[in-house]
């Protein structure tokens, strides 16, 4: 498989494991990629992803590339580049509209909002699609809802300590206070180590990280190495849908407000 493959695995395979998205068999998107399966087998694995394979597809046709698991359209996704700019807020309106409504139940206030100015990024799904932002203001909910919230999202972290397959890193956690979501001071967390790749005989490609490398963390799990032009864009992508649903929260709470 390709490397948009490869990425889709390691991106893809923490919440698939804890049984969010994905096919039901939480071993088959690792086993796929180690049994060498071709490309045109892994495929229909990433497409049960009903989350994730909407937005390649939507990518991949506003940039005119054929394949939605082109390594370009993959990043662009999970990570974030320039290819985004090519999809239109209508487009992924539409899209996200027709898609999730219905697997979703229903979008939140903040989604039928957030699409005005969103982009096709995970972060987007995340804050602007999935419902937990609307449970925070909920008390018995609102722990709950943060860190589904913060673990969801993909992070980029720098390690700090690497050992027996546990990776130590630092990262910003979100935050909520008087109803706004934020970045907050970095903190310690240890994850799971690195996601294998598909194709893989042996240990995963980051067995080797070293103190001070910066990495995408997904859930409990490294999932990449992150340059410093993908850090930007990560952090710049989550701004912007950070900005988006505090933006439509102020709004709301005006609108609340009695005159």
């Known amino acids: 498989m390709d490397s948009g493959a490869s990425m889709f695995v ?16 939480t071993g088959a ?14 495929r229909p694995v990433a497409q049960a992803f009903t989350g994730a394979w909407p937005y390649l597809e939507l990518i991949a046709a506003a940039a005119g590339i054929a394949d ?9 996704y999970w990570i974030g580049n320039e290819l985004l ?10 899209k996200m509209e027709d ?21 096709a990024h995970h972060s987007f799904h995340v804050f602007c699609i999935y419902p937990w932002v609307g449970l925070l203001g909920n008390e018995r909910m609102h722990t709950h809802a943060l860190n589904v919230l913060d673990k969801c999202r993909v992070r980029e972290a720098q390690v700090v300590e690497n050992s027996n397959g546990l990776v130590t890193v630092e990262s910003q956690p979100l935050t909520y206070d008087a ?9 310690r967390e240890v994850t799971n180590g690195a996601v294998e790749g598909p194709g893989q005989d042996g240990p995963g490609p980051l067995d080797d990280l070293a103190v001070g490398d910066w990495v995408a963390v997904h859930w409990d799990w490294v999932c990449d190495r992150l340059t410093q ?20 929260a102020s709004a709301a709470a005006v609108c609340a407000t009695p005159d």
């Open 10 to 25: 390691r991106y893809a395979f923490p919440p698939n494991q804890r049984g969010y998205c994905g096919p039901s068999d």
């Open 29 to 42: 998107l690792l086993g796929y990629g180690r049994a060498g399966a071709r490309e045109t087998e892994f």
């Open 68 to 76: 939605p698991l082109d390594a370009r359209v993959v990043e662009a």
């Open 85 to 94: 700019d090519q999809v239109s807020p209508t487009a992924l309106g539409s």
């Open 99 to 119: 898609l999730f409504r219905r697997s979703v139940g229903q979008f939140s206030k903040l989604a039928l909002g957030g699409v005005t100015d969103g982009l």
């Open 179 to 187: 109803g706004r979501l934020a970045l907050g001071p970095a903190v």
């Open 229 to 248: 032009d993908q850090r930007d864009a990560l952090r710049r992508y989550t701004r912007h849908h950070l900005r988006i649903v505090n933006d439509r």
